[in-house]
T-cell receptor, first 112, second 110 residues
Framework: DGGITQSPKYLFRKEGQNVTLSCEQN?????MYWYRQDPGQGLRLIYY???????QKGDIAEGYSVSREKKESFPLTVTSAQKNPTAFYLC???????????FGSGTQLSVL | QKEVEQNSGPLSVPEGAIASLNCTYS??????FFWYRQYSGKSPELIMS????GDKEDGRFTAQLNKASQYVSLLIRDSQPSDSATYLC??????????FGSGTKLNVKP
């Protein structure tokens, strides 16, 4: 089955700790995106990548980092600099930029 | 200036009625527009995509786009309780960013 896999489903972060959220796709899509969703809110763009080894900051990139070493993978690290990390994180991909997005099932990150 | 304006609702309609959801956007360069449905605690799923002015119908759903007015809407005919969810408008914007509205919560009453 083709799709986007996010892991883990739930993640807890201790103060001062960096955590990494995994996102893998086997759709052969070029573009990948990370969004953050707070309760009752829309999706805010953290980072996006159009091709391997290249990525751009979204609207709320501070406190986050990404890498795109492989076409299939776009992991997101939530660093200790992100003081309010509790949110639902969604990874998405599209065949090319500005085309319809397909989403993974999301990761709920909470602070201990 | 916000990139998009979307009524957060909640919008309540009786079962069988037409639900009308609206969205205005600010980026005149946008060429692709989408509607997503999101159930609580789940990821968004694509309902409709529309690229040119006018109407596009798919089953009970009709998307309407007016680029001159920077307006996109979604009509849901014969609304069912299972349609109760949050509906997000989205579009491909400048610099290859992909934006989402804040969502409209729809409640279909049996």
């Amino acid at each position: 089955d083709g799709g986007i896999t996010q892991s883990p489903k739930y993640l807890f972060r201790k103060e001062g700790q960096n955590v990494t959220l995994s996102c893998e796709q086997n759709l052969n899509h070029d573009a990948m995106y990370w969004y953050r969703q707070d309760p009752g809110q829309g999706l805010r763009l953290i980072y996006y990548s159009q091709i391997v080894n290249d990525f751009q900051k979204g609207d709320i990139a501070e406190g986050y980092s990404v890498s795109r070493e492989k076409k299939e993978s776009f992991p997101l690290t939530v660093t200790s600099a992100q003081k309010n990390p509790t949110a639902f994180y969604l990874c998405a991909s599209s065949i090319q930029a500005n085309e319809k997005l397909f989403f993974g099932s999301g990761t709920q990150l909470s602070v201990l | 200036q916000k990139e998009v304006e979307q009524n957060s609702g909640p919008l309540s309609v009786p079962e069988g009625a037409i639900a009308s959801l609206n969205c205005t956007y600010s980026d005149r360069g946008s060429q692709s527009f989408f509607w997503y449905r999101q159930y609580s605690g789940k990821s968004p799923e694509l309902i409709m995509s529309i690229y040119s002015n006018g109407d596009k119908e798919d089953g009970r759903f009709t998307a309407q786009l007016n680029k001159a007015s920077q307006y996109v809407s979604l009509l849901i005919r014969d609304s069912q309780p299972s349609d109760s969810a949050t509906y997000l408008c989205a579009w491909g914007g400048s610099f290859n960013k992909f934006y989402f509205g804040s969502g409209t919560k729809l409640n279909v009453k049996p």
